[in-house]
């Protein structure tokens, strides 16, 4: 149990931002923190290397949020309530949550776990069961999507974009 819990601190932030904008409001996304934690505490003996912890749980997550959405019946992430400000709320949810929601649910999966999972292009083709030029592809295109709403409401010109260190002129 101590070891698990050690464990769990390093990776507790990133795995409710995860679903924070995954899930779209604060109680959804604790909700499936929490049954992600249950599983992945049930089932900790079973992990073979301590040091794949972190995608692991970050696995088991994904699973949570996506049993969860198809429990519920939706299809895209959800904006309710965009005014409710959460004390755990990482950063500025209206803003965030109005720029995933111009992405498929496939494209934010991909960004989210990039972002606040560390994953790289080939473990998230993995965990998603898709070709690695897929998901490569998909995250390029969610950045250029995001990339083009922010130029957009921002109007044009020179914008610094943190798309893998480089500033992008428009």
């Known amino acids: ?4 819990m ?15 904008y995954y899930m779209g409001n ?10 992600a934690v249950l ?17 692991w749980i970050f696995r088991i997550l994904v699973n949570c949020c ?5 429990k519920r019946g939706r299809k895209d992430l959800p904006l309710e309530d965009l005014a409710e400000i959460d004390r755990h709320s990482p950063m500025p949810q209206t803003e965030v949550l ?5 992405l498929s649910r496939e494209e934010r999966l991909i960004v989210l776990l990039t972002v606040f999972g560390g ?9 998603l069961h898709r070709n690695h ?27 610094r974009l943190k798309s893998r260190g480089k500033e992008v002129r428009k």
């Open 39 to 55: 599983s992945a505490y049930e089932h900790f003996g079973n992990l073979r290397k301590e040091a794949s912890f972190r995608s």
């Open 98 to 102: 109005e720029l995933l929601d111009i």
């Open 26 to 35: 604060a109680e959804d996304a604790e909700d499936a923190v929490q049954d």
């Open 66 to 70: 996506r049993k969860s959405l198809k």
């Open 119 to 127: 994953y790289k292009g080939e473990e998230i083709a993995r965990l």
């Open 1 to 4: 149990m101590e070891r698990f």
């Open 133 to 159: 030029s897929t998901v490569r592809s998909k995250y390029r295109r969610a950045l250029k999507k995001l990339e083009q709403e922010i130029v957009r409401e921002n109007g044009s010109g020179y914008r």
């Open 6 to 20: 050690e464990l769990y601190q390093t990776v507790y932030c990133d795995l409710y931002r995860l679903a924070y």
